[in-house]
């Protein structure tokens, strides 16, 4: 089944402690992308990539770093200078060509700062 | 930076009613225009697109876009008590944005509760 998964589906840090988040997609699609969500409020994008060792930092990037070294695959790393990282994590994907881009997204990993 | 904004809800509607969600965007270069599902605790589902003026229906949903008024909204007929969710609205931004068209703002989206 072509999909999207995330892994861990909970991760809990400690303060000071950088942790990364793993998102590995088989649709072939050129985009991945990176949100958090915090309750009640929409999805902010992190970073973005379009192709292959490409990357753009989002609206909220600061405290955050991404790699892209192969399609499938795009880990993001909570660092410990993102001040407030407790939040639920959605790595989406799409197409960049043809279609209208319709994102899908992976299940979400949900991290707790103790 | 441009907004996409929605009652936040709940929206509360009977079994066997229509649901009237509606959202609005700022960004007048936008395209194309997006509706998510997301249960609680779950990831965001993608149920309807629509890019040209108009209606645009499949199932028991049916998207209007309005691009002259900005406005977009998700019509559910038959409401269900498992369309019980939140809906998020996600509209492309516009190449005057600077961002690559393929990348959304999302609403904070509307809660629908449907009653049995």
Request: proline share 4%; with cysteine.
């Amino acid at each position: 089944d072509g999909g999207i998964t995330q892994s861990p589906k909970y991760l809990f840090r400690k303060e000071g402690q950088n942790v990364t988040l793993s998102c590995e997609q088989n649709l072939n699609h050129d985009a991945m992308y990176w949100y958090r969500q915090d309750p009640g409020q929409g999805l902010r994008l992190i970073y973005y990539s379009q192709i292959v060792n490409d990357f753009q930092k989002g609206d909220i990037a600061e405290g955050y770093s991404v790699s892209r070294e192969k399609k499938e695959s795009f880990p993001l790393t909570v660092t410990s200078a993102q001040k407030n990282p407790t939040a639920f994590y959605l790595c989406a994907s799409s197409l960049t060509s043809g279609s209208y881009n319709e994102q899908f997204f992976g299940p979400g990993t949900r991290l707790t700062v103790l | 930076q441009k907004e996409v904004e929605q009652n936040s809800g709940p929206l509360s509607v009977p079994e066997g009613a229509i649901a009237s969600l509606n959202c609005t965007y700022s960004d007048r270069g936008s395209q194309s225009f997006f509706w998510y599902r997301q249960y609680s605790g779950k990831s965001p589902e993608l149920i309807m697109f629509i890019y040209s003026n108009g209606d645009k229906e499949d199932g028991r949903f049916t998207a209007q876009l309005n691009k002259a008024s900005q406005y977009v909204s998700l019509l559910i007929r038959d409401s269900q008590p498992s369309d019980s969710a939140t809906y998020l609205c996600a509209v492309n931004r516009g190449r005057d944005s600077g961002a690559g068209s393929y990348q959304l703002t999302f609403g904070k989206g509307t809660k629908l509760s449907v009653i049995p």
